[in-house]
């Protein structure tokens, strides 16, 4: 995200606090410690169609790259052939593909899917990519976050002239062989991420499934002293309800909304969107992070010259056969007021319901 220090940089970071300190040498093990949130990073109730790719990352203890790849292939014109991987980005070690992928006609667009589980490397890629002169890139999740931070950075110190005598490992790897977590630690580089404000409007401009993942785990922790899913749905309900918001008809799993098991009425929304909007403190902020017609995020290029242009903000969702929108919209006599559409299982293709859904939105600033 915009602000953001690129993975290379931060490695830097992290090398050069060792060579201040005088530390030539590693006797240990250099360890990615991803145990501040459980092991269950990825969602109980997530597809296994999703797991292997970029948006059901999942969310660990310890983050890197957004936990994602690249991979990519070298196509050919040939429909019906398999193009062949050319190179995974950033290195993943232990990462093993079999790849399935088809050669589709031109500008079929990216219909290719990697299907693997967190902790394992083994991955299998199925689906189409378009037939055509060039390479064509797609986004697979990390298998193993802390332990990618911890290989990298090793491979940075050793580069560096630091040796380390022992492997990268995860902490939580190294709990199941049996060792202790030190007690006490000394801190040689301390790293902040950019404002939560800018996380939250980059987590809806970009449907960031591992911001949403990470916040509603951070709540848990902070919260119920557990960063699990779980922890963080009951602090989050318990906030609202606090404040008058009913969660009759919701049932939330994640904070992606990834699990077939959530479940929300556009009733819900409207009153949460309703109790921000009426408050001075919250809503300017919260409102700044929403996409905006005509001018930001994924309404950038919708909108413009109508009546909607500047004066509708709004998130879009989308799953297989879901397509949905939720925000505020201004009508003509300049008063504000919620609104969310909310479509399952409809026939049709999803830009048709789309466009239907963006007539409507049109309507309420126009009226």
């Given at each position: 995200?915009?602000?953001?220090m ?23 093990y ?34 890197l ?43 079929t667009?990216?219909?290719a ?30 298998p ?29 790897q190294?709990?199941?062989q ?19 404000k800018?996380i ?28 699990s ?109 919620a ?29």
């Open positions: 995200m915009p602000g953001a690129p993975m290379e940089a931060l490695m830097a970071k992290f090398r050069e606090a060792l060579a201040n300190k005088g530390i030539r040498a590693v006797n240990g250099v360890v990615g410690d991803g145990t501040w949130f459980p092991a269950d990073a990825a969602g109980g109730g997530w597809a296994w169609a999703d797991l292997g790719n970029y948006y059901a990352s999942g969310a660990w203890g310890l983050n790259h957004e936990n994602f790849y690249f991979l990519r292939f070298q196509r050919s014109a040939s429909v019906g052939a398999t193009p062949r991987i050319a190179f995974i980005e950033p290195h993943v070690p232990g990462l093993e593909f079999f790849n399935e992928v088809k050669q589709a006609a031109p500008k667009g990216d219909n899917y990697i299907f693997g589980a967190p902790f394992t490397g083994l991955r299998y890629v199925r689906g189409t990519i378009p037939a055509g002169a060039g390479p064509f890139t797609i986004k697979g999740s990390l193993d976050p802390p332990y990618f931070l911890a290989y990298h950075l090793r491979q940075a110190l050793i580069n560096a002239g630091i040796s380390c005598a022992k492997g990268p490992e995860s902490m939580l190294l709990q199941r049996g060792h202790q977590k030190p007690a006490g630690v000394q801190v040689l580089y301390r790293h902040y991420s950019p404002a939560l800018e939250i409007r980059e987590a809806h401009y970009e449907s960031n499934n591992l911001y949403c993942e990470a916040l509603l785990r951070t709540l848990g922790k902070k919260q119920k002293k557990e960063g899913a779980e922890m963080g749905v009951q602090a989050l309900r318990e906030f609202w309800e606090q404040r008058g918001v009913s969660f009759s008809g919701c049932h939330l799993e994640d904070g992606s909304g990834l699990s077939a098991g959530n479940a929300v009425t556009a009733r819900f929304f409207t009153d949460l969107l309703g109790k921000i909007g009426r408050d001075p403190k919250w809503f300017p902020a919260f409102s700044s992070t929403l996409a905006t017609a005509g001018q930001s995020g994924s309404l950038k290029d919708k909108f413009k010259g109508t009546a909607a242009e500047g004066r509708l903000l709004a998130k879009s969702g989308s799953l297989s056969r879901v397509r949905s929108y939720v925000g505020y919209a201004k009508n003509k006599k300049g008063q504000w007021f609104f969310a559409i909310l479509v399952n299982n409809y026939e049709g293709s999803g830009t048709t319901i789309r466009q239907k859904m963006e007539k409507l939105m049109l309507a309420f600033c126009a009226s």
